[in-house]
């Protein structure tokens, strides 16, 4: 696969809120390659706390300096060995719509599930209303 600086991955993930009254979504990440070099690969994810306003001036947004929890929480790198291995592992796409095609399978799994717990839940509910009517 060939990377340059500046490509943009994207990592799909699921967030299923279902206990907590939130409702469930699907996300995706946005990953750019920042650095290319003999030690490897750099990516770096775009987030409101990584990506920004730099100074007063007009349009001038880019990268903020890194902070502690950016450089753990929204780094990677890998060698150029691992690279393709890594993409896979990290579950990057090249677009948007192959990130979002990536979950299908994962979606109608939760969909199966839910749909198991609801008829379990419509079983018992049954079952303990006929013990109270006897």
């Not at 990268?63 to 990057?92: A, G, M, V, Y």
Request: aromatic share 12%; hydrophobic share 30%.
């Amino acid at each position: 696969m060939k990377i340059k600086k500046g490509d943009v991955f994207y990592e799909p993930w699921i967030n299923l809120d279902i206990t907590i009254g939130e409702k469930s979504s699907i996300e995706v990440d946005q990953w750019h390659v920042t650095n290319i070099d003999k030690r490897g690969v750099f990516f770096r994810e775009k987030t409101r706390l990584t990506w920004g306003k730099l100074s007063s001036a007009h349009g001038d947004y880019g990268w903020l300096p890194q902070t502690t929890w950016t450089r753990e929480n929204s780094f990677k790198k890998c060698s150029h060995e691992e690279l393709e291995s890594k993409i896979k592992d990290w579950n990057f796409h090249k677009s948007k719509a192959a990130a979002y095609r990536s979950l299908m399978p994962d979606i109608k799994k939760a969909k199966r599930d839910v749909l198991r717990l609801y008829a379990s839940i419509e079983k018992k509910i049954e079952k303990h209303t006929k013990k109270k009517s006897k």
